[in-house]
């Protein structure tokens, strides 16, 4: 059974109740391990995964060589064989079992420090994946490396990953409009269709938020990326600047405070969609904040962060303009208000004559589209 974020907190306030009226019984543990992972990221950085069937409340301990995960009322895997990637600094895994206290034990091929806190993430359930706790390190410097030759057991995904694609504004609301008549809410939907239609090819399972020209409001859009249980979400727009000669695309995510001036003004604009029709935000927000927790919103900034590092560079690759300035800002963009990691992307200016007139083109809305298709490929879905 696939639980939602939503059914999760239902079925945790109704064992509150059953516990309450049950008279005291034999230890059940409430959580259960399911698999245990290990991979390499980019930087060399070793990646231990380990994914449970509830949230896990854990502890993590480093005697010499090894780290100790530490999880609490949870049981042993006794079926499980960790997948174990090559080249990563941990030799081998076991399962230590203890009254309801299960220790993960990880013996390491070199001696590292105390993973700080940001390294560490714990991650909601998505597609077929439950809770992970994912932790991820290096080797302390100045250790000599030792070669380790492992079995290789590779992990080759066993779903197909889920991409929402939101083309932003739609009905009501046109977003912004070049001075030739482009509205934003036309180019940015052609160019949504045609990515869904690359991405289904590539293998990708993907999900439009609109395919026609409708109004939905922000937070519609970001709970079909929760409802789909999607792995990535991303919002397709156009810009407008005062300054009729800015041009280039751009990647945002979201953030509480905006990067700059400008990224907040932007937010603002896009946010504005919603002015049209306020009603609905304010409960969805305040669900999504009982939700998360702040490890959990820290998890998703952090995936969000490195696919929109990727989506700038495959722009970049590919000469499409970049508007001057980083090649990721934040900004708090209430369609990317959720626990599905993704970015919005400002696919050029419609302010911009030339931009306008590029933007239109079936064959520059290709090779954004292509841009996009390199930039989910190269994101890392496997966390
Ligand atoms: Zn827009």
Redesign the pocket.
């Known amino acids: 059974m696939k639980l939602t974020r939503r059914d999760v907190l239902k079925i945790s306030g109704l064992t509150a109740v059953i516990v309450a009226v049950l008279p005291r019984m034999a230890f059940a543990a409430r959580n259960a391990l399911r698999n245990v992972r290990t991979g390499i990221q980019p930087g060399n950085k070793t990646r231990l995964v380990i994914e449970t069937s509830a949230r896990p409340s854990y502890s993590v301990s480093y005697p010499t060589n090894q780290i100790v995960v530490t999880l609490n009322n949870t049981s042993a895997n006794a079926n499980l064989a960790p997948q174990m990637a090559s080249g990563t600094l941990i030799n081998s895994i076991t399962q230590v079992q203890s009254g309801d206290t299960l220790k993960i034990i990880a013996d390491l091929a070199r001696p590292i420090n105390e993973i700080p806190r940001d390294n560490i993430m714990l991650l909601s359930p998505n597609g077929d994946n439950e809770y992970r706790l994912v932790l991820d390190f290096t080797a302390a410097s100045g250790t000599v490396a030792t070669t380790t030759t492992q079995k290789q057991t590779s992990a080759q995904p066993s779903r197909k990953y889920v991409v929402v694609i939101d083309a932003?504004?739609g009905g009501k609301d046109p977003?912004?409009i070049g001075k030739g008549g482009t509205q934003?809410k036309t180019v940015?939907l052609s160019v949504a269709k045609k990515l869904k239609n690359k991405l289904d090819s590539a293998g990708f399972q993907t999900y439009l938020t609109r395919s026609n020209d409708t109004y939905l409001k922000l937070a519609q859009r970001a709970s079909i990326g929760e409802k789909k249980h999607a792995d990535l979400f991303l919002s397709l727009?156009?810009?407008a600047n005062p300054s009729r000669s800015m041009k280039g695309f751009s990647v945002y995510t979201l953030s509480e405070k905006a990067s700059d001036e400008e990224a907040a003004k932007l937010a603002d604009?896009?946010n504005a969609?919603d002015k049209i029709d306020v009603s609905g935000f304010e409960q969805f927000d305040k669900d999504i904040r009982i939700a998360l927790s702040s490890l959990q919103q820290h998890a998703v900034a952090e995936l969000s962060v490195e696919y929109a590092n990727g989506c700038a560079s495959a722009f970049k690759r590919a000469n499409i303009t970049q508007q001057p300035g980083p090649d990721v800002r934040h900004a708090p963009f209430a369609v990317l208000r959720s626990t599905v990691p993704g970015a919005l992307i400002?696919l050029g200016h419609l302010s911009n004559a030339s931009e306008e007139k590029l933007l239109k083109t079936s064959s520059h809305q290709d090779k954004l589209v292509a841009a996009i298709v390199k930039s989910v490929k190269a994101y890392n879905f496997d966390v």
């Open positions: 932003g504004h977003g912004c934003e940015v727009h156009a810009n604009a896009e969609a400002e």
